[in-house]
């Protein structure tokens, strides 16, 4: 079963703190990896599409990286502005129209 | 300006009773997508439409009808609505299959079944 798991569910940073957050995807072949950010009360923004094993995609302070079973999205020096749920999905290579959505993680940046 | 409007922002309906939700884009993007969004579940998807008068079941689709007669709107019909159907319930499109630029989400519906 296509499947996408994130941690930690929830995460606490000191302002300048660097950490990384993982997203473990289980799927039948691989089209692409999302990365979304969603503000409270407000649809999920997309940050980055990987599409293979070793891809790299920066913005600001957020860099992506995808393996064959996972992507971290590493945020170097956060700031509070960067609180907000990130979300990670995945489109299986069986269905191109379908696309799987991880739970999230809440990330809270502390001034 | 462009982009996905989706209306109303908030309802609140009784269970039993049809409600319709509202979700319009203006790029003329050929892919459309309801999903669900649930503590406990993240994003669900309900239905999708490759193109006009071209709709799909997704995950949950059960209780709810989509048409898409016209390419910018994708109205999702609950028939009879259940309390479980409580939710915030976001349209999204996409102008192709890649999902270079992925999804681009509306800012929501939340709906309370009472």
């Known amino acids: 079963e296509d499947q996408v798991t994130q941690s930690p569910e929830a995460l606490r940073l000191q302002e300048g703190e660097s950490s990384s957050l993982n997203c473990s995807y289980t799927v039948s072949g691989l089209r692409g990896l999302f990365w979304y950010r969603q503000d409270p009360g407000k649809g999920p923004e997309f940050l980055f599409t990987l599409y293979s094993a070793g891809e790299e995609k920066e913005k600001e302070r957020l860099k992506a990286t995808l393996t064959k079973k996972e992507s971290f999205l590493h945020i170097t020096a956060p700031k509070p502005e960067d609180s907000a749920t990130y979300l990670c999905?995945?489109?299986?290579?069986?269905?191109?129209?379908?696309?799987?959505f991880g739970p999230g993680t809440s990330l809270s940046v502390i001034p | 300006d462009a982009g996905i409007t989706q209306s109303p922002r908030y309802k609140i309906t009784e269970t039993g009773r049809q409600v319709t939700l509202m979700c319009h884009q203006t790029w003329s993007h050929s892919y459309m997508f309801w999903y669900r969004q649930d503590l406990g579940h993240g994003l669900r998807l309900i239905y999708y439409s490759a193109a006009a008068d071209i709709t799909d079941k997704g995950e949950v689709s059960d209780g709810y009808v989509v048409s898409r007669s016209k390419t910018e709107n994708f109205p999702l019909t609950l028939e009879s609505a259940t309390r479980s159907q409580t939710s915030v319930y976001f349209c999204?499109?996409?102008?192709?299959?890649?999902?270079?630029?992925?999804?681009?989400f509306g800012s929501g519906t939340r709906l309370t079944v009472v």
């Open positions: 999204a499109s996409s102008e192709d299959t890649y999902l270079v630029y992925g999804y681009t």
């Open positions: 999905a995945v489109s299986p290579g069986t269905s191109y129209d379908k696309v799987i």
